[in-house]
Nanobody, 115 residues
Framework: QVQLVESGGGLVQAGGSLRLSCTAP????????MGWYRQAPGKQRGLVAG???????VYADSVKGRFTISRDNAKNTVYLQMNILKPEDTAVYYC?????????WGQGTQVTVSS
């Protein structure tokens, strides 16, 4: 089973920023759209932002204008820049392909936003 490795989470006050990173094997990264997903306690995991191999992006309405997804194809890494964080952004954040594949789920990285 291949896992993607997320990093960059932490505890931040409302209004603050964090930058998440996810590294994947080149065989996965180079041919797939990549996405950031999140799961808050008691809620289902859902897509937050996605980026195609060519760079087109998509965002959940709740994060538009605050989050920016990007990818570095040379480093096989996808990033999520999160600004103006809100307490409701608190969740475990995961990266995966789009569409997601069960075998690629990693441990995720916890993001906690205090009010």
């Amino acid at each position: 089973q291949v896992q993607l490795v997320e990093s960059g989470g932490g505890l931040v006050q409302a209004g603050g920023s964090l930058r998440l990173s996810c590294t994947a094997p080149g065989s996965i990264f180079s041919i797939n759209a990549m996405g950031w997903y999140r799961q808050a306690p008691g809620k289902q995991r859902g897509l937050v932002a996605g980026i195609a191999s060519g760079g087109n992006t998509v965002y959940a309405d709740s994060v538009k204008g605050r989050f920016t997804i990007s990818r570095d194809n040379a480093k096989n890494t996808v990033y999520l820049q999160m600004n103006i964080l809100k307490p409701e952004d608190t969740a475990v954040y995961y990266c995966n392909t789009i569409p997601e594949r069960v075998k690629y789920w990693g441990q995720g990285t916890q993001v906690t936003v205090s009010s």
